[in-house]
């Protein structure tokens, strides 16, 4: 379901915005605190996912996966729901891997895509890898790197406009 996805956004022209397919599916957004919601339903329709739960503990949150739990660095910044996604995907990365929808660069929000890491792989061998890079971003491991690195000029695409 989410790989014939994918491949339709890696398959565009990349003259034109992937923006349509995006607003039309579920994904992982940074926007509103609502990315465990979001995964819950992502994790429901993939098997082998299950859904992140969060909880306060010592004034921190904390979220936990599988048994597996990381506190989520947040700054009481603007950045907090950025930093809560990047969190979660640190958190499923052995089972998904969220990347950055690059056509959101520049955006109040971001979209996260989710597969299994094989699909992102199964994606690259069919469209290339350059192909996917150019719609997806895919997080560094760390957060320092994430905001170095995702939010670069190169990143941001100009469309024909429809």
């Known amino acids: 379901m989410y790989y014939d996805l994918a491949a339709s956004i890696v398959r565009l022209p990349q003259n034109k915005s992937a923006i349509d397919l995006l607003t039309q599916h579920e994904f992982v957004w940074a926007e509103y605190g609502e990315e465990l919601a979001q995964w819950a339903t992502i994790a429901s329709n993939t098997p082998g996912l299950e859904a992140v739960s969060a909880r306060v503990s010592g004034g921190k949150i904390k979220y936990t996966y599988k048994g597996k739990s990381v506190v989520v660095p947040l700054e009481e910044s603007r950045n907090d729901n950025l930093i809560s996604v ?3 995907s640190q958190l499923v990365r052995e089972d998904a891997e969220l990347r950055m929808c690059i056509d959101t660069t520049g955006n ?3 979209a996260f ?3 299994p890491p094989a699909q992102w792989k199964r994606l690259e061998d069919e469209c290339g890898k350059e192909a996917v890079r150019f719609r997806f971003f895919a ?4 957060l320092k790197a994430f905001f170095a690195q995702a939010f670069v000029a190169e990143n941001l695409h ?4 429809d």
């Open 86 to 88: 990047y969190t979660l």
């Open 108 to 110: 109040s929000e971001q």
């Open 113 to 115: 895509l989710v597969l």
């Open 139 to 142: 997080l560094p491991p760390s």
């Open 158 to 161: 100009m469309y024909d406009q």
